[in-house]
């Protein structure tokens, strides 16, 4: 069966970086993409980016371009999510969800049907 | 920006009544890319539909989705008390999620 297993809670103090991977089993990994969302305490879901893991092709949303890198390794099946120069309100929880992608695009037009259990950050000095 | 604006904000019902969720685009968008999710506290969210109307695997037809212009709608024919829940619209071309509408146990 697809799942999706994200490393443990991390605490961070501000403007260090923060490293959230995510293992994919159960499916071709280079068929599919990795999107990243997370969800500020109380908050609803913000999408943060994809990345294809079949050609590398990845897209951010614009208020992270600057600090967030996307990438995978697909040897291990893993995708990796770096976002640096860490602030008090990136505290959250990071998701990783599987999303269809057509030539390394991905508009997961079939939604989101896999996720992992979530990475609590907190953010704190 | 695509902004999409969902109503209520909560919805107080009791288990057998019929829930109705509204998620409003701010410009016209196509219900091809139109997505609802359930989410409980401290879990991932669970896809519901996708494609504006289509089941995802394994969901009740009691869940049901519909589109009419900029204006998309989950429902839900009769509550069950595992419904009570978050739920979210989501535009998969910008990647855009509504701000989300609580059902509640009235």
């Known amino acids: 069966q697809v799942q999706l297993v994200q490393s443990g809670a991390e605490v961070k103090k501000p403007g260090a970086s923060l490293t959230v991977s995510c293992k994919a089993s159960g499916y071709s990994f280079r068929l599919y993409g990795v999107i990243w969302v997370r969800q500020g305490p109380g908050e609803g879901l913000e999408w943060m980016g994809w990345i294809s893991a079949y050609n590398g092709n990845r897209r951010s949303a614009e208020k992270f371009q600057d600090r967030i890198t996307l990438t995978t390794d697909t040897d291990t099946n893993t995708a990796y999510m770096e976002l640096r120069g860490l602030r008090s309100d990136d505290t959250a929880v990071y998701y990783c969800?599987?999303?269809?992608?057509?030539?390394?695009?991905?508009?997961?037009?079939?939604?989101?049907?896999?996720w992992g259990q979530g990475t609590t950050v907190t953010v704190s000095s | 920006e695509i902004v999409l604006t969902q109503s209520p904000g909560t919805l107080s019902l009791s288990p057998g009544e019929r829930a109705t969720l509204s998620c409003r685009a701010s410009q016209i968008v196509s219900g091809s890319y139109l997505a609802w999710y359930q989410q409980k506290p401290g879990q991932a969210p669970r896809l519901l539909i996708y494609?504006?109307?289509t089941r995802a695997a394994g969901i009740p037809d009691r869940f049901s989705g519909s589109e009419s212009g900029t204006d998309f709608t989950l429902t839900i024919s009769r509550l069950e008390p595992d419904d009570f829940a978050r739920y979210y619209c989501?535009?998969?071309?910008?990647?855009?999620f509504g701000q989300g509408t609580r059902v509640e146990i009235e």
């Open positions: 969800a599987r999303v269809s992608c057509t030539n390394g695009v991905c508009r997961g037009v079939d939604g989101l049907h896999f």
């Open positions: 494609s504006a109307s």
């Open positions: 989501q535009l998969s071309s910008t990647w855009t």
